[in-house]
């Protein structure tokens, strides 16, 4: 398995269950995908966001004997060879020796970042933080170490090989600063969904005072020719609707307008557009066409019933979509192929024991991954019993 998002999860889960062992191959330090970073959007009652669902299948697999987890791997080479697949694999070692360290401290005053910091008695390095990991010039740790016990670079490599594949690796989100006319990164107040989820999940709170002003402006990165896809991300109407109402529940006198072209797929969810009636949350059909800074504040111009409107509010909010992830080196090597608009196509991939799901084919909620990923075992199974594994 290629990837331990909900996809890459659902599909482990059911071939452990049914007794046949897996690895997964995930490029992060920790299992999950993008569901790791987002929040349940139900505090007082269930939303179905489906987020605990993904936590719980994490929980199940880490907890599978069946299912070896392979994290912060980088993928370097695949071959098949007589009908299995063997994969290459890279991971960095652990930057400080424990054996020989004596825990002196001198990394940690040297390190201009913090990434070297003391943990549990002992001293760990946050490689996302570290500059030289980042490409910059420091290795300050490295040369104040009195024992010779840090490495910052160091790396093992592994092999994996099954007899069958599943490609579970996602999309990407939109980067928001990529339609500079929102002004993320440039209009104080403007953020991106992903930020919403981490001050909803209490990681990364944000001042929105409890009678402030919030819009939402969706579709941002899809339906689009300019920038972006031309696809419907399938998901942004659906998260930005329940992060809405999810921010009312906590905030009853704050005044949240939705920009939306129209709502998608929302069939089913009946529930949610009942809750919506009777929220106060004004919804406003209109494409904005910029966010510009009013007064320290983000303004959302937009074209409404035959004028142009300049609305200011404290937060505006871009729900950005999903797009496909970017062309990786190894996964073009196993000859997966992709569809004009760059997702992954499933076309007589499994005639070689080759099998994909999740967001990878196309944007879509955690729901239909996990769905996916327990297709995707099903076929596998019936594959590798068919005798081609
Ligand atoms: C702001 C926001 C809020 C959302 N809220 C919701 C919600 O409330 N409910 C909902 O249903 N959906 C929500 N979604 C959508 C949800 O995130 C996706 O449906 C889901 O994460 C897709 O799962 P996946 O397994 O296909 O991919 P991902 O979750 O993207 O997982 C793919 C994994 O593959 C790994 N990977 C990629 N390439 C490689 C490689 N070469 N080698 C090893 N590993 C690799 C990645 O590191 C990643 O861990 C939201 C999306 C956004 C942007």
Redesign the pocket.
């Known amino acids: 398995m290629?990837?331990?998002?909900?996809?890459?999860?659902a599909c482990a889960a059911e071939l452990a269950g049914r007794g046949i062992g897996c690895t997964i191959?995930?490029?992060?330090e920790a299992?999950?995908?993008?569901?790791q970073e987002?929040a349940c959007?139900g505090s007082v009652h269930c939303r179905q966001?489906?987020?605990c669902r993904?936590h719980r299948l994490r929980d199940q697999v880490l907890a599978s004997e069946a299912v070896t987890v392979l994290t912060g791997?980088?993928?370097e080479q695949v071959e098949r060879c007589s009908g299995r697949y063997r994969f290459a694999l890279r991971r960095p070692t652990e930057a400080i020796d424990g054996g020989r360290c004596s825990r002196c401290g001198k990394c940690v005053e040297a390190c201009p970042t913090g990434a070297m910091a003391k943990r549990g008695g002992r001293i760990r390095l946050d490689r996302g933080l570290c500059r030289s990991l980042q490409g910059l010039e420091c290795e300050r740790c490295v040369s104040v170490c009195p024992v010779g016990a840090i490495d910052l670079f160091g790396e093992e490599h592994l092999s994996v090989s099954g007899g069958a594949v599943v490609v579970?690796?996602?999309?990407r989100?939109f980067p928001p600063a990529a339609d500079p006319r929102l002004g993320w990164g440039l209009v104080p107040g403007v953020i991106?969904?992903?930020q919403?989820?981490a001050h909803l999940e209490g990681r990364s709170p944000i001042a929105l005072g409890p009678k402030g002003k919030v819009a939402f402006v969706l579709c941002v990165g899809s339906r689009t020719s300019k920038a972006g896809t031309q696809m419907c991300s399938a998901?942004?109407c659906?998260?930005s609707l329940?992060?809405a109402l999810a921010l009312r529940e906590r905030a009853s006198a704050l005044g949240i307008t939705m920009f939306i072209m129209d709502w998608r797929g929302l069939d089913g969810e009946d529930a949610l557009l009942r809750e919506l009636e009777g929220s106060g949350i004004q919804v406003v059909r209109a494409r904005p066409a910029e966010v510009v800074e009013e007064e320290g504040r983000p303004a959302v111009r937009y074209a409404g019933d035959g004028t142009v409107r300049c609305e200011a509010f404290d937060v505006v909010i871009l729900?950005?979509?999903?797009i496909p992830?970017l062309d990786?080196g190894?996964?073009t090597e196993l000859g997966v192929p992709r569809d004009e608009l760059g997702n992954l196509v499933d076309q007589g991939c499994g005639d070689r024991g080759l099998f994909l799901?999740?967001?990878?084919l196309g944007?879509?909620?955690?729901?239909?991954?996990i769905e996916?990923?327990i297709s995707a075992a099903r076929d596998a199974i019936a594959y590798l019993e068919g005798g081609d594994g």
């Open positions: 290629v990837g331990g998002g909900p996809a890459g999860l191959i995930e490029r992060r299992l999950g995908g993008r569901a987002l959007k966001c489906d987020v993904a791997v980088e993928l579970a690796t996602g999309a989100e991106s969904s992903m919403l989820e998901v942004c659906k998260y329940r992060q729900s950005i979509g999903l992830a990786d190894t996964l799901a999740g967001s990878c944007p879509r909620d955690i729901e239909r991954c996916d990923g």
